[in-house]
């Protein structure tokens, strides 16, 4: 195979995401008169959304992460799991599923946009709980401590934005590390090192920070593959927007959390010490190489900058850091600082 130029490759794509060097120097706080999010008696106090398509396997390894047991601290009862799975040739076994256990509910859909924002909102019809939580791409492992450290922070505020950070599996970004053979199989045997998922901590020794979170947790992150928010503010927002119909949505899941961050009232929250990882299956923007990611990648652009005036920055808003940091996530830490130490010449 012929490479394209080098002179080709540095072109920046039109409307190309902006960077943000710092949070905004205004610190967080919850005010005095916050109030807890409210509680619906008989119903769960979680209800996290999880979109897959084409990635049985993958969306299958996200469930079991999923499960009361590995995630620590919280019973079936507190929270429910809506798996919307997109009909393709490649399915779920809905059975399979829902023996994970009783807070696992499935639906199929037939979808006529290469677009999961439809299937989010969908489900979000469904929710039974007060707080929702989106993970539009699910080919991606939690850490144990997510559920447990959401429902911790949504005591905090009402309006709190609770964000995980996200990682790739692997040494380097899954677009960058495909093109020196990384895939399936090579991952599945990073799993079985690591003794996955006897304890989900470890995802950070084979992990490396994804792009809209490679600043560390310091810097604005640019969007969060588990993000949950009140289904007061949910409503606000008017869910996802559904004009983002380009392929995987687009950069519909950066605008719904921009959007949520830059509200006046609200408080983004990080579960700094947790991560979501994301697993290698072919995707839309991890999974492709070469003129045919810059092509989608120059699509997405282009319909944000559409719908909303320009291109993609990061919301400035500093967050409030929750929870607690594993041993093995302290590489992550030291990387954090450094990169706000950078931008602001002290290093």
């Known amino acids: 195979m012929v490479a394209a130029p080098a002179a080709a490759a540095r072109e920046p794509i039109p409307f190309a995401p902006l960077p943000t060097a710092t949070c905004a120097d205004e610190m967080p706080c919850v005010p005095a008169a916050a109030t807890a999010l409210e509680h619906v008696p008989g119903a769960p106090r979680l209800s996290v959304i999880v979109i897959a398509y084409r990635m049985p396997r993958q969306a299958m390894n996200t469930l079991r992460s999923l499960v009361a047991g590995y995630q620590r601290g919280v019973t079936p009862a507190d929270y429910e799991v809506l798996v919307v799975e997109n009909e393709s040739a490649e399915m779920l076994d809905a059975a399979e599923v829902q023996a994970l256990g009783p807070q696992f509910r499935y639906y199929a859909r037939r979808e006529v946009e290469p677009t999961p924002v439809h299937a989010i909102n969908y489900a979000a019809s469904l929710a039974r709980a007060n707080m929702i939580a989106v993970m539009i791409d699910g080919a991606r492992l939690l850490s144990p401590g997510v559920i447990s450290y959401t429902l911790a922070a949504q005591r905090l505020t009402r309006d709190a934005i609770i964000a995980v950070p996200g990682y790739h599996l692997g040494e380097k970004l899954q677009q960058e590390a495909m093109l020196a053979g990384y895939d399936e199989t090579l991952e599945q045997q990073l799993l079985e090192r690591i003794g996955w998922p006897a304890d989900g901590y470890r995802l950070f020794e084979i992990s490396c920070l994804s792009g809209t979170s490679a600043g560390g947790w310091f810097k604005p992150m640019g969007e969060s593959n588990f993000v949950a928010v009140s289904r007061e503010l949910w409503h606000r927002l008017g869910g996802f927007d559904p004009r983002f119909n380009e392929t995987g949505g687009g950069q519909v899941n950066l605008d719904f959390y921009k959007r949520a961050c830059e509200l006046p009232d609200t408080v983004p929250v990080i579960l700094a010490g947790e991560g979501s990882f994301h ?53 992550t830490v030291e990387h954090a600082a450094r990169t706000v130490r950078m931008a602001r010449g002290e290093v």
Do not use: C, W
Request: no cysteine.
């Open 279 to 331: 697993q290698f299956h072919g995707g839309i923007t991890t999974g492709q190489a070469g003129e045919k990611r810059r092509a989608i990648m120059a699509a997405h652009f282009a319909q944000y900058a559409s719908l909303r005036g320009g291109p993609y920055k990061p919301p400035e808003k500093r967050p409030i850091v929750f929870g607690a940091f594993p041993d093995n996530a302290m590489k």
